[in-house]
């Protein structure tokens, strides 16, 4: 199993400004990928993290607006770039461990961001 | 990026109710997932269903994998309060990223 910490848990933001989530793993994985979900909604992949290199972005979505670092095995941050009210959501950062069944994704308690 | 259709995209039924729901794509997954959400909390995976054909119980929930890998269900034996949620299948993509559906947010009323 995997566990996550990530932070912080919701914040209230100014348009204009950025904010940094942070996502801590308790043991090192290999694939670990940030999420963006309205409640109540699925989950929409914005990039994966990749350790040593940039990060993989998902259509829609790009390193200006949503740089990631990921400086190690058990630690990455998304920022959220220059918000606006569109950028409120939950952000969810997460990781999977492959073995030869699939994969489980674990995932952290999410970061509920409100802009206004 | 293949994409999962997943219906009905909401339920509210009585305690001791049944209610299935549906994951269906045109594409072939290496394997299928189900996971619950509870409100402030992230996706906690169900089960994970590998082999076309493949039937998978867990307490009141049975989890089928169709035949040719792009289609999946769960079905809710006698519903309980406790199985309130938000239920999401996700495809696997060969071992790399998850795609999920669009989610099922079931309300089971005492």
């Known amino acids: 199993s995997a566990v996550i910490s990530q932070k912080p848990s919701r914040d209230i933001c100014q348009r204009g400004t950025s904010l940094t989530i942070q996502c801590q793993v308790d043991?090192?994985?290999?694939?670990m990928f940030w999420y963006r979900q309205q409640p109540g909604q699925s989950l929409t992949l914005i990039a994966t993290?990749?350790?040593?290199?940039?990060?993989?972005?998902e259509s829609g979505f790009v390193i200006d607006k949503f740089p990631i670092s990921r400086p190690n095995l058990t630690f990455s941050t998304l920022t959220v770039s220059n918000m606006s009210p569109e950028d409120s959501s939950i952000y969810l950062c997460?990781?999977?461990?492959?073995?030869?069944?699939?994969?489980?994704?674990?995932f952290g308690q999410g970061t509920r961001l409100t802009v206004v | 990026t293949q994409l999962l259709e997943q219906s009905p995209q909401f339920l509210s039924i009585q305690e001791g109710e049944n209610l299935t729901v549906y994951c269906n794509s045109s594409?072939?997954?290496?394997?299928l997932q189900w996971y619950r959400q509870e409100p402030g909390e992230g996706p906690v995976l169900l089960v994970t269903?590998?082999?076309?054909?493949e039937v998978k119980k867990l307490k009141r929930l049975t989890f089928q994998f169709g035949d040719a890998r792009k289609d999946s269900s769960l079905h809710i034996t006698a519903a309980q309060p406790g199985d309130t949620g938000l239920y999401l299948c996700?495809?696997?993509?060969?071992?790399?990223?998850?795609?999920f559906g669009a989610g099922t947010i079931l309300r089971v009323k005492s």
């Open positions: 997460s990781v999977r461990k492959i073995n030869p069944g699939g994969g489980e994704a674990f």
């Open positions: 043991s090192q994985v290999t694939m």
């Open positions: 993290a990749n350790q040593g290199s940039e990060a993989t972005y």
């Open positions: 594409s072939v997954f290496s394997s």
């Open positions: 269903v590998v082999t076309g054909g």
């Open positions: 996700a495809g696997d993509e060969y071992g790399n990223k998850l795609v």
